[in-house]
């Protein structure tokens, strides 16, 4: 079945500094991957919709300049916090999937810790 | 927008009980799942439904959907500890990327 791996599970980064995340789907290739965030006790919101080769979508009231999306292969998608604030602390989970009636499979997750 | 509300948003049962939870669309799905999330995980799948008044069984799990596909519910029989969990249903929207809109979840706790 199709895995989704996401690095790193948690981290921990002083105000102002960056955090790359990781997305890998594992055995398959995903063209498009979605990166959403989670607060605690909240639900899903989706943040933006990376493409391979393009641009990212971003969701309304998503700073696109904060949230740097990379999708430079068929294989990964990196999300950057950029000067991360404490109010950026939050659960972010990355998703992908083929175009089929299966819904899409999620990574882990990475847990965000800004001090 | 479409929004997708789910009820109730916290149920706490006692082992051995049944439940049920639902899921209204303010619009028609276009493809409706539902999802369950460990603390700590990302969601995983456990149905997809697409024809309206279908009903769908995983194990001690039964999913309908409404006949005019913008309501769903999930049923669990003998509810065990083991489901303990945050319940999301989505609409997969078709179209474009085909994105995922969530609703705001049930957190479901069994206790022993």
């Known amino acids: ?115 | 927008t479409q929004l997708l509300e789910q009820s109730p948003q916290f149920l706490s049962i006692q082992e051995g009980e049944n439940l049920t939870v639902y899921c209204n669309s303010s619009s028609v799905f276009s493809s409706l799942q539902w999802y369950r999330q460990e603390p700590g995980e990302g969601p995983v799948l456990l149905v997809t439904v697409v024809t309206g008044g279908e009903v769908k069984k995983l194990k001690r799990l039964t999913f309908q959907f409404g006949d005019a596909r913008k309501d769903s519910s999930l049923h669990i029989t003998a509810a065990q500890p083991g489901d303990t969990g945050l319940y999301l249903c989505a609409d997969r929207r078709v179209g474009g990327a085909q994105k995922l809109v969530f609703g705001q979840g049930t957190r479901l706790t069994i206790n022993p």
């Open chain 1, 1 to 115: 079945g199709a895995v989704v791996s996401q690095h790193p599970s948690w981290v921990i980064c002083k105000s102002g500094t960056s955090v790359k995340i990781e997305c890998r789907s594992l055995d398959f290739q995903a063209t498009t991957m979605f990166w959403y965030r989670q607060f605690p006790k909240q639900s899903l919101m989706l943040m933006a919709t990376s493409n391979e080769g393009s641009k990212a979508t971003y969701e309304q009231g998503v700073e696109k300049d904060k949230f740097l999306i990379n999708h430079a292969s068929l294989t990964l998608s990196t999300l950057t916090v950029t000067s991360a604030h404490p109010e950026d602390s939050s659960f972010y989970i990355c998703s992908a999937g083929q175009v089929t009636n299966y819904g899409y499979t999620f990574g882990s997750g990475t847990r965000l810790t800004v001090v």
